[in-house]
Every structure is written in C-alpha cells, then in structure tokens.
C-alpha cells in the first residue's frame, strides 16, 4: 500500500487541482457573462432546441474580446463578446453561430468535463510514476520526460473530445434542418477570425485537431449520414 502512496496522493492533487480550476472558471465567468439575448440567433438557437425536444437553449455571452465558443463544467454554453462582433460585423452568419453551439452543446452532452477532469488525475499520476521512474535512470530530466509525454497524451485525448464535439454538431445541425455547411464554412474561416496564420504547433502537440482534418471528417460523418 506504501509504494502506491505516492501515485494515490498524485491522483488526490490532480483531481484538487482540476476542481479548483473549474471553480475558479465558474467565478470568472459568473462575473463576465449574461443571457444572449439577440432575436435572430434566438432563433437559430431555438431550431437546435426544437431539434433536441428541448423547450429552449440558453446561451450566454462571455464579455472578453477573443473569438471563442465554450462549455462549462456545469452544462452552460456560451460565445465570447468577440464571436457576437463578428456576427453582429457579418463576418459569421447565425447559422455558423449555430453550429459553433451545436458543438458546445455535444461537448456537455458527450460529458467531456466530467471525462477532462478524471483524465486530468489520471495523467498527473502517470507523471508522477513515470517521472519517479525515468529519474532513476536519467536524473534531472526524468520528470522532463514525464512531463513531455502526458502532454502528448492530453493533447490527443483533447483532439479526440473535438471530433466528438463536431460529430455531434454535425448530427444536430442536419436535424435541424442546417445541414453541415455552416460547420465546414466556420471552420473554413476561423483562422482568419482568430488571427491566426499557419499552425506552427507540431500536429501531435495541438490540442484541436487540423482544420482540413475537422473538415473532411465532418463532410465523411454528413455524406454517411444523409445517405443512411
């Protein structure tokens, strides 16, 4: 039981770490966010609800400037004030805003905080195994080493919650009656919405898979669909 002491308290601090962070999410955005309350994403909004057999979706808008979706630990969805310029501006089309929710959506419904947070102990235990052990053989890098490779592994679980995220957006956005192009034009355009030029983040390093990845799985998941 003593030598797993070690592991059993790096579990305990990762899942601390994980819950603190989650509350100090909730503050922040408690503080900065109210109800969406524009008419025409209302409505885009309320096909996905119509969809979902649900009475309503409530979105919030988070008050900070970049361009982002996000779903909390608690089941909220929101877009940052960033997103709603770009809306209200006519970079981004309500059903492109509806997709963007479409995918938050699928994130909580998928349980993906919930799946983060026991992913998040998990590899802070892995670490602290696995650096204990490299450390014997190659002192003062050992934990480095850790380290490096519970990134890699947090990068592709994190890539694998997106294609979810985006396999589920795709489905609702059909029963919706959107279809998947709002998806597959956002994802077209959000380099550009963002600021972002060329990935210079090895693939396996990224925590969202490559756009033209997104793309053709999206467009793979449609076709197989619409075809069933």
Partial sequence: MIKFLPILLALAYGYAAYRFSMMRSKAELDARSAELADPVLQKSFQRLANALDLPRIKVHLYDIA?????????????????????????????????????HELGHVALGHSRRRMIDFSGQNAIRMALGGLLNRFLPGIGFWIAGA??????????????????????????????????????????????GQG???VPAWLMSHPATEDRIAAIRGNAARWLNA
Avoid at 81 to 98: H, I, W
Avoid at 174 to 185: H, W
């Fill in 149 to 194: 490779l519970t990134s890699l592994l947090a990068a592709r679980l994190s890539r694998r919650d997106e294609y979810e995220a985006d396999a589920y957006a795709t489905a609702l956005m059909i029963k919706a009656g959107f279809g998947a192009d709002p998806q597959v034009t956002l994802l077209s355009k959000l380099g550009a919405l963002v």
């Fill in 66 to 102: 970049p361009v982002n979706g996000l779903a909390s630990a608690d089941g909220r969805v929101f877009i940052t004030r960033g997103f709603y310029e770009k809306f209200r501006s006519g970079d981004v089309t309500d059903a492109e805003l509806a997709s963007v929710i479409a």
């Fill in 198 to 200: 060329q990935a210079t």
